[in-house]
């Protein structure tokens, strides 16, 4: 009989040599005439153990990491195909204390099945939300995603079946299911991880999208960066396909659904929903004036349902477990789980998917460890670059929508990205006008002019020019970026500025030599 070992697909675990890994173990069972079936999986997530291999044995996964080529006939002679001790040796890999604490329900699977396998997906409870799905009405469907109380993942947090509903309440026509998966936001990479850990889920999650309001094709607006995501998605797609789960009679139900992937055009506002649509259509990303808004009119003028990948790949569980599972999940407004990205100067980054509620400083010191640096870590930027700069003492702050709001910051897409005491924080606050300035689409004046004012302010400030004066005239800017801006972009670029003053005044005050 095959051994099954594993060996992830995610680009991470690429980047750190997992190809050459598996190619390795190949070699080196075929030289000692040994049966070993290889998979190809996703990433647990743990990227300080990655390449993180598994063995699959009777007693369940055995974990080694992270694995090096030269680590392989090692592992060999140590009898890793039965699970047996070795330096790298990590124990069960279900039993790794930062795996079992997270309460996994977007990232379930991730790791553990065949990203591509339908069988695998469908052995491991996959589809089992839209078979449910198929035997409910469309606004029982969409009742279930608002019940839940699932908000984008993508940085609004707005509730997702209230959107579900406006594009359900239009009238009969051709309508749109379409995926953010930009994921331009620093630090981020749980869109990726899904994508290549369980693309399925995403396309099952659309599918039900899709015959909750009506929709009968679905766009997913990748970035182009993600060349493993485009090539898992586009197995993943044809699988389904094949197997009556995508097309023209979705398991015998007379319901239609198809799905194609369009690469990004490589800016950060191409992820605003509105210049997206335009990016989909064929055009320049730039923003467009609401209302109306895509879900009345979207892509090619028609009613149109954006969302994140994890909001979207949230649904198939909210159907098969039902609503009041999902929603027990969770603190207050912030309901279910949200998959957090630990970057930066951070001692094991990765991605951990917990309820809402936990602290930054949980996530910070508990899962991450500290920083990478050993020094002492002064300040999180979460929610991308527009997100505001935390500070030491807001670390018992909890993660979740209100209590982040509370403290005048937010949690976007749950990126976290850690700096230690060398962080300049006025040269932060300037790198948010210059990226603000980079990335602008151009459309509106506080962000196009303001941003290229703001990085011209922000050098008077660091040269000592008038220091005072330029700091009030930041925060004037500041306050006309929020207010008078067309989307996030100019409107959050304060953000990082803003909190970058108020917690490290002292950062914007220093003697030039
Ligand atoms: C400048 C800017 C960039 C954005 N980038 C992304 C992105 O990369 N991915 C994403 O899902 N949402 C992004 N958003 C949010 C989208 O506009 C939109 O709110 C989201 O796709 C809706 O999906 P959700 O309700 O599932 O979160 C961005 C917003 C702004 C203002
Ligand atoms: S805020 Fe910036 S990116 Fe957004 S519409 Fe205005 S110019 Fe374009």
């Not at 598996?22 to 000692?32: G, M, V």
């Not at 009679?249 to 690469?263: A, C, P, T």
């Not at 008078?484 to 917690?503: D, I, W």
């Amino acid at each position: 009989m095959n051994i099954k070992v594993y060996v992830p697909r995610d680009a991470t675990a690429l980047s750190l040599g997992a190809g050459r890994v598996a190619a390795a173990i190949d070699r080196e069972a075929q030289r000692r005439g040994l049966r070993v079936q290889l998979i190809r999986n996703g990433s647990r997530g743990l990227f300080w153990l990655e390449p993180l291999i598994e063995v699959a044995t009777a007693e369940g996964r055995h974990a080694y990491g992270p694995v090096t080529v030269q680590d392989v006939p090692g592992l060999f002679d140590a009898g890793f195909l039965d699970g047996k001790a070795h330096p790298l040796h990590l124990g069960l890999t279900e039993e790794i204390k930062e795996l079992k604490s997270q309460q996994r329900l977007t990232f379930a699977r991730v790791g553990i099945i065949d990203p591509v396998s339908v069988d695998d997906y469908v052995a491991h409870g996959g589809y089992a939300g839209l078979k449910r799905a198929l035997t409910l009405s469309p606004g029982e469907i969409v009742d279930a995603v608002t019940q839940s109380g699932l908000r984008g993942r993508g940085g609004a947090a707005f509730p997702t079946g209230i959107k579900w509903k406006t594009v359900l309440d239009q009238p009969p026509q051709q309508k749109y299911v379409t995926c953010n998966a930009d994921e331009g936001d620093s630090g981020t990479f749980a869109d990726r991880m899904l994508m290549e850990g369980d693309p399925l889920m995403l396309i099952e999650g659309m599918t039900i999208a899709g015959i909750a309001v009506g929709a009968t094709q679905g766009y997913i607006y990748l970035r182009a960066e993600y060349p493993h995501a485009h090539r898992a998605l586009i197995e993943a797609i044809a699988a389904a396909r094949a197997s009556g789960y995508l097309g023209s009679n979705i398991l015998g139900s007379g319901k239609q659904f198809e799905l194609d992937v369009r690469l990004g055009a490589g800016a950060y506002i191409c992820g605003e929903e509105t210049s997206m649509l335009e990016s989909l259509e064929g055009k320049r990303g730039e923003v467009r004036v609401r209302p109306p808004l895509p879900a009345i009119k979207g892509l090619f003028g028609r009613p149109t349902i954006v969302n994140n990948v994890i909001s979207l790949a949230s649904v198939p569980v909210i159907l098969a477990k039902g609503a009041d599972f999902y929603k027990d999940f969770g603190t207050g407004k912030s309901r279910g789980t949200i998959p957090l990205q630990l970057a930066g100067n951070v001692k094991h980054g990765g991605l951990f998917e917990r309820a809402f509620g936990l602290t930054l400083r949980e996530l910070i010191y508990d899962y991450g460890v500290g920083s990478a640096s050993g020094r002492e870590i002064r300040a999180v930027q979460v929610g991308g670059p527009l997100g505001a700069y935390i500070p030491a003492s807001q670390f018992d702050t909890a993660i979740d929508y209100e209590a982040l709001s509370a403290i005048g910051a937010l949690l976007g897409h749950g990126g976290v990205v850690v700096f230690d005491d060398t962080v300049d924080m006025a040269g932060m606050a300037r790198y948010a006008m210059e990226f603000c300035a980079k990335e602008s689409c151009g459309k509106c004046t506080p962000c196009r002019i303001g941003s290229t004012r703001g990085v011209e302010l922000m050098d008077r400030v660091l040269a000592n020019v008038d220091r005072e004066r330029n700091l009030q005239l930041v925060e004037e800017l500041c306050d006309t970026m929020l207010h008078g801006s067309l989307c996030g972009l100019g409107g959050m670029t304060p953000f990082p500025v803003q909190s970058a003053l108020k917690y490290f005044p002292e950062d914007f005050r220093k003697t030039v030599q």
